[in-house]
């Protein structure tokens, strides 16, 4: 009995290490940018702190000193904000080309992985054919035969 073979086997394999890389990449892509995130929130949050420790200063004496380190300090941390916004925005332009890189290696592997399923079912379909016409060639031999007997 013949075995089947895909003679796309190698490019199917191919398609499914390059859907496989992709998913390791989004996932990368995806990490960093959480990991921006992150970074950007813990930046907001000292400047959230930094303000309400400068509101406490000016309750009592006022030092100028004190005052300009907090306001250097603030400008410090809305300039790493704005950095950190623009890194972000490049990140998810990476996050974005990498999830459509994603979604067409595996449309390229579903595409490969369905021409080799209907390739096996017509090998199955003819396989099934020829024992069905054995199987009829048979039948009228052993037919022929028992009238040549009679």
Do not use: C, P, W
């Amino acid at each position: 009995m013949k075995k089947f073979k895909f003679r796309l086997e190698a490019v199917l394999e191919h398609k499914q290490k390059m859907h496989k890389q992709a998913q390791v990449d989004f996932f990368n892509a995806k990490q960093h940018l959480e990991k921006g995130n992150l970074e950007l929130t813990s930046i907001e949050n000292k400047e959230k702190l930094q303000r309400a420790d400068l509101k406490k200063s000016q309750i009592g004496k006022l030092n100028a000193g004190q005052i300009i380190t907090h306001l250097r300090y603030l400008m410090h941390l809305g300039n790493a904000k704005q950095m950190k916004k623009n890194d972000l925005l490049n990140i998810e332009k990476d996050v974005n080309k990498n999830r459509q890189a994603l979604i067409a290696a595996a449309k390229d592997q579903r595409i490969i992985e369905k021409l080799k399923e209907k390739k096996l079912r017509s090998f199955v379909k003819k396989i099934i054919e020829s024992e069905q016409q054995i199987m009829d060639e048979n039948a009228v031999n052993g037919f022929t035969r028992g009238k040549a007997e009679k």
